[in-house]
């Protein structure tokens, strides 16, 4: 991967004048949203004062009318803002990304797919809503690999006639990742946050092993890795195969790295990383800029916290067989 340094004299050399213009575009589009806003507020005023001084009827077509000018107008904004993003991760994010890690390409609109994410088996509830955006994939020296942001919903309903309201639950939001291994499995290992343990000490340790939904609970020495996780797996030699001591290390190592839980599985050749994540990735600033280099070095580090599994699994090491 290109260093920080290269980065900055790409930025300078290839960036900087497009990010320039599209800069100018940005404040443009903001401008016209403060006048319009002002605009709007003006309308509303007045349509204040005139329903003080008109009948009940009168006054609700009134706010009818100030409803479809609030509308239009975020409408009109809403566009201009999604085009510019459109327009800065097709004209800069792909540029910065493919530059960055050779072999590397990007697809804004793109994602992990949906039996992807399902085939994984991190996650078992049903899912009723689905999303995702910014795909990368490619290749990492021998390393096949690709990852999305994908966010993943069900829901609830309750109440009856009028009173009945639909919820919406967060199965995952974040970084999915799904990268080539170094070994073929037969079977599937699940390595799990470790919540129950933590918040019921040993009792915890019954409830994993009643979990109707999971594989047979899989038992490790290493103890600052039974702390951090839990192990499901079809196999218990080849888990205890797959999760060597240099791995649940390093797994450990990044685990205590992230502000939040990890999620790992090996199944058919392929690992399967999930972390969560409230920020979202590669995402321009739509009222600050994002034409500095400063935002060019948030998203190439974005970029290497993508690929990081790669170094922090050691992905690239063939100890094995498989090239």
């Not at 039996?115 to 078992?124: A, D, N, P, V």
């Amino acid at each position: 991967m290109k260093t920080l340094e290269q980065i900055q004299e790409f930025y300078e050399s290839e960036l900087k004048q497009t990010l320039a213009a599209m800069e100018q575009d940005r404040q443009k589009m903001i401008s016209k949203a403060m006048t319009v806003t002002g605009i709007i507020g003006v309308v509303g005023l007045v349509v204040g004062l005139l329903i003080t001084q008109m009948g009940a009827h009168n006054g609700v077509l009134l706010l009818i009318v100030l409803g479809i000018c609030v509308a239009i107008g975020a409408g009109a904004f809403s566009a201009a803002n999604k085009n510019y993003k459109a327009g800065y991760k097709s004209q800069i994010i792909h540029k910065l990304i493919t530059f960055a890690q050779p072999g590397l390409e990007y697809w804004p609109d793109g994602g992990i797919s949906k039996e992807i994410f399902t085939g994984s088996k991190l996650f078992t509830h049903s899912i009723d809503r689905y999303r995702c955006e910014d795909l990368v994939r490619g290749k990492v020296d021998k390393t096949e690999i690709l990852f999305s942001e994908i966010h993943a919903e069900y829901k609830t309903t309750s109440g009856t006639g009028k009173d009945r309201r639909t919820e919406w639950h967060t199965i995952f939001k974040g970084l999915f990742v799904a990268a080539d291994f170094n070994k073929h499995f037969r079977g599937r290992t699940v390595v799990l946050p470790d919540t129950a343990q933590k918040a019921f000490g040993l009792f915890g340790q019954t409830l994993q092993s009643w979990n109707p939904s999971r594989d047979e609970l899989i038992r490790l020495e290493d103890v600052e890795f039974e702390k951090e996780f839990v192990v499901y797996g079809t196999n218990q030699i080849e888990s205890r195969y797959i999760l060597s001591p240099a791995l649940m290390e390093r797994i450990v190592e990044f685990r205590r790295r992230l502000r939040d839980g990890l999620y790992l599985s090996f199944i058919g050749s392929k690992v399967y990383v999930a972390i969560p994540l409230e920020t979202n990735l590669f995402e321009p600033k739509t009222f600050s800029s994002a034409a500095g280099f400063e935002s060019i070095k948030e998203y190439y580090n974005q970029l290497r916290f993508g690929l990081a599994i790669v170094d922090e699994l050691n992905l690239n090491t063939r100890i094995w067989t498989k090239e």
